[in-house]
Every structure is written in C-alpha cells, then in structure tokens.
C-alpha cells in the first residue's frame, strides 16, 4: 500500500517538518510520495532528494539568520508644482519588498540541479499563478496525471526541482514573484497549504498530512509589516486547508508551534523537536492507518 505526506507551509515552523520526518524514518515507517507547499516544499524537496532527516536537522539548526536582500526601486511624487490641485501618482511601486533568490541558492547548494525525474522518492511541489489564480503543481512528467484535470488546476514537469520550490515560497507582498515560462508564481498556500489533495497523483491510498496552521502570536506582539502580512495569510488559508484536510486526509498531525518572524532562526531547534514530540504522541496512530 502506498502511503503519502502532505507537508504544509509555514515559514520557518517548516522546521517542524523535520522533526516528524525523523520519527516517521526510525519508526520504518518512511512515506512513498510527498506534496508540499512553502516551507513543505523546502523539507520535502530535500528528503526527496535523499537528504535524511537527521542531517536536515543539523543543517537547519545552524542556519543564521541573514536579512534577504531587499528589492531596489524608488519612489517619488509625479507633480509638476507644488501647488496643483492635480491627483499625485506614484511610481514605481515594488512587486515584493525582499527578493527570494536565496531559497534557490539554499536548495541548489543542497541538491544541485535536480529535476522531479531524478529524485529519489516521488515529490510534487504546489504553487499559484498570479495572473491566472490556478494551482500550478510541478512534479515528475510520469506523475501528471491524464486530462481532465481538476478545475483551475494545472500539471508542469521538466523544471528544476529549486525553482519549483522557489516558487512556491513566494509570499505575495512580501517576496518578488518567481516567473517559470510565461508563470508568475507565488506561494502554494494561495491554493493548498496543506496539499493533501496533491500526494494522491501518485497513487496514495493513505494520506497523512501535517498542518501547522497559523502562528499565533499570542505571547509577543506583531513587530512589523511582515509580521502581519505572515499572519494575515496563515488565517486566510486556514479555511481553505480545513475543506482540503476533511475531504482528503486520513490522519491530520496538528504540532503546536506558536509564532516565528521571518528571522527568528534561533526557534528552529525547537521547531524541530516539535515535530518530533507530535509525531511520537500519534505513532501508534499513524501505524495502524499506513499499516492496515
């Protein structure tokens, strides 16, 4: 029986991830396929590739937080006098506020240029079309399956596995979209955050699917934009992963991790050790629904 993970996003909470990978590997109980979306992809993508989990815990938890490079334009006033009475235009406005080249740059250092064909462990990675609002899913071209395809959702193979995942990272407004062919691709929260509904391309009778929801900054305040834009997007694909989780999960893994702003890299071990603490609550859970 084949068995599939749907990994969620969540910014560096994708940590968690890690964590339940772990667990999952030691129990022998290894998923056959992976759909991720965001920080999923991230962790997906890597373990795909044959990164074990220990040693993406090794790597994550040393990460340091370095500020993404943020993207140049200007603005000014377009007023001729000082004294019209004329509407002011302003231009340029930026398509995101940080560039996101480094998520590529990581993945590549990692794995190379791999494509989904060569992965070790069937992956499909979620991402949204900005101009078309579909759900753009690259994964291996043996893996797409026939037409009809879902409504507004489309199939897409032959793209280095680190664009993909790229893409898929892209959180509007805050991150510049990644273009791929005639594609302006943003994040796969848009569509599924928790892509439950993807890992069954690959054949997934079972599906488990970890969900880290939205974080919840309940104990420190919201410190700046970002820090709210990451909020409002969790709590707006909070309700579109609950539909997606009760029509196409098994068994849905909750870890709570709380908050974490986009350079809080010194709660990645501790995200970690999340993961793995949920996934060793339910194990025997998960055992009898793979297992049986």
């Known amino acids: 029986m084949i068995y599939g993970l749907a990994l969620s996003g969540g910014s560096l909470r994708g940590a968690t991830h890690i964590g339940i990978l772990e667990v999952l590997d030691e129990a022998g109980l290894p998923p ?12 997906g993508s890597l373990y795909a590739a044959g990164v ?5 815990g ?30 002011i235009s302003w231009l340029p406005l930026p398509k995101g ?8 740059s ?19 990675v979620v991402t949204a079309d900005l101009h ?47 273009t791929i062919g005639n594609r302006t691709l943003v994040d796969g929260g848009l569509v599924s955050n ?25 104990a420190e305040p919201l410190k700046n934009v970002i820090d709210i834009l990451l909020q409002t997007y969790d709590i707006m694909g909070q309700r579109v992963s609950n539909l997606i989780l009760e029509q196409h999960a098994h068994f849905v893994l909750r870890p709570q991790t709380g908050g974490a702003g986009l350079l809080d ?5 501790g995200f970690i050790n999340k993961g793995r603490i949920v996934a060793r609550e339910n194990l025997n859970a998960i055992k009898q629904i793979v297992c049986t």
């Open 52 to 56: 074990q989990p220990k040693k993406l």
């Open 97 to 104: 506020l940080l560039k996101a080249d480094f998520i590529e």
């Open 106 to 124: 990581f993945i590549e250092k990692m794995i190379g240029r791999l494509t989904f064909e060569e992965l070790t462990l069937p992956l499909a």
């Open 132 to 178: 078309t609002g579909e759900a753009v899913i690259f994964t291996a071209q043996q893996h797409i399956p026939p037409k009809p395809w879902p409504p507004n959702t489309v199939y897409q193979s032959g793209v280095p596995v680190a664009e993909a995942v790229m893409a898929s990272s892209i959180i509007p407004g805050i991150f510049t979209p990644k």
């Open 265 to 269: 890299f010194h709660k990645i071990p």
């Open 194 to 218: 928790v892509p439950a509904d993807v890992v069954k391309i690959f054949g997934a009778q079972k599906i488990i699917a970890v969900d880290l929801g939205f974080g919840v900054y309940e």
């Open 32 to 43: 056959h396929a992976i759909a991720g979306t965001s920080a999923g992809s991230i962790i």
């Open 58 to 87: 090794q790597i994550f938890s040393q990460l340091l937080p370095k500020a993404p490079k943020p993207q140049e334009y200007v603005i000014k006033p377009l007023m001729a006098d000082p004294m019209t009475t004329k509407t």
